[in-house]
């Protein structure tokens, strides 16, 4: 099982705020910058947020992630459909050696 | 256009081996390090194993570590991973993914990924 912990799932209607909680340790999210993925249905992952806050030139600013202690936050602002995906936390583990991935939240835009 | 495609999926026997592909173009291979993501259907990602722009380290997950081996291929733009032993869990879509630093971390973010190749393991 993952090491990063997600909530299962999270929703809002169009336009709102959505917030998605990241919670790892010391080895990991601690110690070394946390990533996020988007995955939308049917297809490949696809790199949303590098380096605790980045985003790659394409990703809307309506992204935004955040880094405090072992937590991490994914931050989704004026909710659109087409966020409806999965999405996941990930950091490398200086304890396990190896990178880890969060357990998944899937966001459904009601 | 940066393109990752995997191939060699299939159907395998529990304890069989395959050996996937993944053929790169679009940008210098042999400049970036290079990971196997899989993903069990239905399930979350969960990262496979890492190997550095010259092979010089490699990691791996505890799920796979003694039965898989990732190798690279610069001069032929290709990335492998041979997974023998296969089981039951080990069924999932394989993602190959390039890895890419930011500033000064040790570790690298995943920027491109493949579109991914089944590996379904049952008798």
């Known amino acids: 099982q993952s090491v990063l912990t997600q909530p299962p799932s999270a929703s809002g209607t169009p336009g709102q705020r959505v917030a998605i909680s990241c919670s790892g340790s010391?080895?990991?999210?601690?110690?070394?910058?946390v990533n996020w993925y988007q995955q939308l249905p049917g297809t490949a992952p696809k790199l949303l947020i590098y380096s605790n806050n980045q985003r790659p030139s394409g990703v809307p600013d309506r992204f935004s992630g955040s880094k405090s202690g072992t937590s991490a936050s994914l931050a989704i602002s004026g909710l659109q459909s087409e966020d409806e995906a999965d999405y996941y936390c990930a950091a490398w583990d200086d304890s396990l050696n190896g990178y880890v991935f969060g357990t998944g939240t899937k966001v459904t835009v009601l | 256009e940066v393109q990752l495609v995997e191939s060699g999926g299939g159907l395998v026997q529990p304890g069989g081996s395959l050996r996937l592909s993944c053929a790169i173009s679009g940008f210098t291979f042999s400049s970036y390090s290079m990971n196997w993501v899989r993903q069990a259907p239905g399930k979350g990602l969960e990262w496979v194993s890492y190997i550095s722009t010259s092979s010089g380290s490699i990691y791996y997950a505890d799920s796979v570590k003694g039965r898989f081996a990732i190798s690279r291929d610069n001069a032929k733009k290709s990335l492998y991973l041979q997974m023998s032993t296969l089981r039951a869990e080990d069924t999932a879509v394989y993602y190959c993914?390039?890895?890419?630093?930011?500033?000064?971390?040790?570790?690298?973010?995943?920027?491109?990924w493949g579109q991914g190749t089944l590996v379904t393991v049952s008798s």
């Open positions: 010391s080895a990991n999210i601690e110690s070394n910058a």
């Open positions: 993914a390039r890895g890419t630093y930011y500033d000064s971390s040790a570790y690298p973010y995943f920027d491109s």
